[in-house]
């Protein structure tokens, strides 16, 4: 694909090989849109793992040389249109997840300017602050996607690890609505008080010594047989060995990034399932109708005033900062995020 540009920009590019790592540039340039896509002036990004992963060389797309932009998911304003591309879109507030139908001609996020295909985009309303509706894509279209599986499993409660990450307190708000049993596990006494205040009922801290055995009680209490794990390691074990016969474990994170932890009896004798969850592999993102009722879904809970996806953001940084933003995320990151800012001008000006 040979990228049509225009002026330069500033952007953090990664080089695929996984030696040259991330770089801040002030003269990439800006790309202009190909039929059926967008030009977006960039206003926010939440720093997720998957980013932190992304800066280290992981997620290489097959068959890529090029130097690519790094970042995910954002909000900004539509400044040009491709050809095909419905005209409404122009102007208009968008949130957006690059990877939703990811093209050869998309490029950034983590710039100040990205070219995506329209149909990862979400038209916000004008109300809708950029900040609030950074991350309203990734981290809600996981959760639905996990709800999809409960709904069509007919599970009527679920275990989560990572409780208080930002997508454990969304699932934990989304599960009061829909009247499924959450066990939340956590970490950190702190954690717990976090959860405890937002009405969480069960919560078992994973390195209390009688984990194994509460995490039993509860699940066999609740008939609960199905986890969702963003962990992974010594916890996956423990979740085996804690939950009832014929469960299933989802691993979708490896935040704790170790790799041990089970053994052939968690499976010869218990029957349970290990599987493994990725977004892009979801009926819930692979099916276009189930996808747009989603989004349409997520727009519909913030216009009702509703915090169950919105962002809450904790500190900023500019493109320039991106190195600090990947280093200190996780300190806070159960409080909220970290955002860059490409365009801090505007949308500090928008802010004040």
């Not at 932009?69 to 539509?78: H, K, L, N």
């Not at 962990?231 to 490896?254: C, N």
């Amino acid at each position: 694909y040979q990228r049509r540009v225009h002026g330069i920009m500033k952007a953090v590019v990664r080089y695929w090989e996984a030696s040259k790592g991330c770089k801040f540039f002030d003269n990439a340039p800006i790309p202009i849109p190909p039929a059926e896509h967008v030009q977006i002036k960039v206003m926010a990004s939440p720093v997720n793992p998957a980013d932190e992963a992304f800066c280290a060389g992981l997620y290489t797309p097959h068959g890529k040389t090029e130097p690519f932009c790094c970042g995910y998911e954002g909000s900004g304003i539509v400044t040009l249109l491709g050809e095909g591309v419905p005209k409404e879109y122009l102007n208009k507030r968008v949130a957006f997840y690059r990877a939703l139908d990811y093209t050869d001609p998309s490029f950034g996020v983590w710039s100040q300017y990205a070219v995506l295909h329209y149909s990862t985009c979400i038209i916000l309303d004008d109300s809708m602050s950029f900040e609030e509706t950074c991350g309203i894509l990734i981290n809600p279209l996981t959760l639905l996607g996990f709800f999809e599986i409960v709904q069509k499993d007919k599970h009527k409660s679920l275990v989560h690890t990572a409780a208080a990450s930002a997508l454990g307190k969304s699932l934990l708000k989304f599960c009061q609505m829909e009247k499924v049993e959450l066990v939340c596990i956590v970490r950190k006494e702190e954690q717990r008080k976090t959860l405890e205040a937002l009405g969480a009922k069960y919560i078992l801290d994973q390195n209390d010594p009688n984990f194994e055995k509460n995490l039993k009680k509860v699940t066999t209490e609740i008939g609960c047989t199905i986890a969702f794990d963003a962990v992974g390691g010594d916890l996956t074990g423990k979740l085996f060995s804690g939950m009832p016969p014929k469960s299933t474990i989802y691993m979708y994170g490896d935040l704790g990034g170790s790799y041990k932890g089970l053994a052939p009896s968690h499976f010869m004798y218990s029957d349970s399932t290990l599987k493994g969850f990725v977004l892009s592999h979801a009926e819930l993102y692979t099916n276009p109708v189930k996808k747009a009722e989603a989004m349409n879904l997520i727009i519909s809970d913030i216009r009702k005033g509703n915090t169950t996806f919105k962002t809450k953001v904790i500190k900023r940084y500019t493109l320039e900062e991106y190195a600090n933003a990947i280093k200190e995320y996780k300190s806070y990151a159960n409080e909220g995020k970290g955002i860059i800012c490409p365009n801090p001008q505007v949308i500090f000006t928008l802010i004040n």
